[in-house]
């Protein structure tokens, strides 16, 4: 029933979706370009962002409309971290909250870079970890039958999520890769980026990446998992559990994983026309403190 009722808000606010949209995506684009991004082992080198949207999503929530884009940037072609800048209704202002929203992917340490005066900071304190797939086969020869697999792979992982009222929301699997990884003579030779969502909207919950892998003159299917969202979550390969990432548990909560290889943090207040109401900042202490600005 969640479902097709979400389904169903969601098409019948098709149109004031796009428009919101359209007027967000600059704002959007101003957010993502404070943020300069690049690995321990290569500080001076800065990782390429690039300048459109990879993924647009929207949910239909009871505080109203959430609405935002993913923006990656790349090493060497690959993933290296993905940056979510969405925004809501708040409340008493005549605004949209904005929130950044991270996860890293490259497997080295990233370095992050904000200009100075910025009230939150994202600092990951390690890579992004793969496991070998196990049962996966031998990564074919060609890249189109290796996407082929790629999907088949990633069908093979399903995963739910618990609010904090301890709802379950099963999760589906996005069949179109985020991302498609360019083809590589070593290394990783091929990969993608899949995602699942909730039934609720289309706002991807966990991230899956799915690499052949080069190692020793041999070659392996990869897989690692990163959460992209506030609420609990659980995937399952094959129906055995894999991976989890449990807010209040021993290892996360809400704004960050225990690594920080995700993190989320409300920014600013501003109008649709990007006109600035308030600055945020998130503390442990105090929790989201808006700082109004004054009218000059």
Same mark, same amino acid.
Request: aromatic content about 10%; glycine content about 8%; charged content about 25%.
């Given at each position: 029933?969640?479902?097709?009722?979400?389904?169903?808000?969601?098409?019948?606010?098709?149109?004031?979706?796009?428009?919101?949209?359209?007027?967000?995506?600059?704002?959007?684009?101003?957010?993502?370009?404070?943020?300069?991004?690049?690995?321990? %082992?290569?500080?001076?080198?800065?990782?390429?962002?690039?300048?459109?949207?990879?993924?647009?999503?929207?949910?239909?929530?009871?505080?109203?409309?959430?609405?935002?884009?993913?923006?990656?940037?790349?090493?060497?072609?690959?993933?290296?971290?993905?940056?979510?800048?969405?925004?809501?209704?708040?409340?008493?202002?005549?605004?949209?909250?904005?929130?950044?929203?991270?996860?890293?992917?490259?497997?080295?340490?990233?370095?992050?870079?904000?200009?100075?005066?910025?009230?939150?900071?994202?600092?990951?304190?390690? *890579?992004?970890?793969?496991?070998?797939?196990?049962?996966?086969?031998?990564?074919?020869?060609?890249?189109?039958?290796?996407?082929?697999?790629?999907?088949?792979?990633?069908?093979?992982?399903? *995963?739910?999520?618990?609010?904090?009222?301890?709802?379950?929301?099963?999760?589906?699997?996005?069949?179109?890769?985020?991302?498609?990884?360019?083809?590589?003579?070593?290394?990783?030779?091929?990969?993608?980026?899949?995602?699942?969502?909730?039934?609720?909207?289309?706002?991807?919950?966990?991230?899956?990446?799915?690499?052949?892998?080069?190692?020793?003159?041999?070659?392996?299917?990869?897989?690692?998992?990163?959460?992209?969202?506030?609420?609990?979550?659980?995937?399952?390969?094959?129906?055995?559990?894999?991976?989890? %990432?449990?807010?209040?548990?021993?290892?996360?909560?809400?704004?960050?994983?225990?690594?920080?290889?995700?993190?989320?943090?409300?920014?600013?207040?501003?109008?649709?026309?990007?006109?600035?109401?308030?600055?945020?900042?998130?503390?442990?202490?105090?929790?989201?403190?808006?700082?109004?600005?004054?009218?000059?």
């Amino acid at each position: 029933m969640a479902f097709f009722l979400g389904l169903f808000l969601l098409l019948a606010a098709d149109e004031p979706v796009e428009s919101l949209a359209k007027k967000m995506l600059p704002v959007y684009r101003n957010e993502i370009a404070e943020y300069s991004l690049a690995v321990e %082992s290569a500080p001076k080198q800065e990782l390429e962002l690039k300048k459109e949207p990879i993924f647009e999503w929207s949910n239909p929530v009871g505080q109203g409309l959430h609405q935002g884009v993913i923006f990656l940037w790349l090493r060497d072609g690959r993933p290296a971290a993905l940056g979510g800048i969405f925004s809501h209704p708040v409340p008493g202002w005549k605004g949209r909250k904005i929130l950044h929203e991270f996860h890293a992917l490259d497997r080295d340490k990233l370095l992050v870079r904000r200009p100075s005066g910025a009230l939150n900071e994202w600092k990951p304190q390690a *890579g992004l970890a793969r496991k070998e797939l196990p049962d996966a086969g031998n990564p074919a020869a060609t890249r189109g039958a290796r996407l082929v697999q790629m999907r088949r792979l990633a069908q093979q992982f399903t *995963g739910h999520s618990t609010d904090n009222e301890r709802e379950r929301w099963e999760l589906r699997l996005l069949p179109t890769p985020l991302y498609r990884y360019p083809e590589a003579k070593s290394g990783v030779i091929d990969g993608a980026l899949f995602s699942l969502t909730s039934s609720a909207g289309t706002d991807p919950e966990v991230l899956l990446l799915i690499e052949a892998r080069q190692k020793d003159g041999k070659t392996r299917w990869e897989y690692a998992c990163g959460r992209f969202g506030v609420i609990s979550m659980y995937i399952q390969h094959k129906g055995k559990e894999v991976w989890s %990432s449990i807010l209040n548990g021993r290892s996360d909560v809400w704004s960050h994983d225990r690594l920080y290889l995700y993190r989320i943090y409300p920014e600013k207040i501003v109008t649709p026309e990007g006109k600035l109401l308030a600055r945020m900042r998130l503390t442990a202490k105090e929790g989201e403190v808006v700082i109004p600005v004054e009218e000059k």
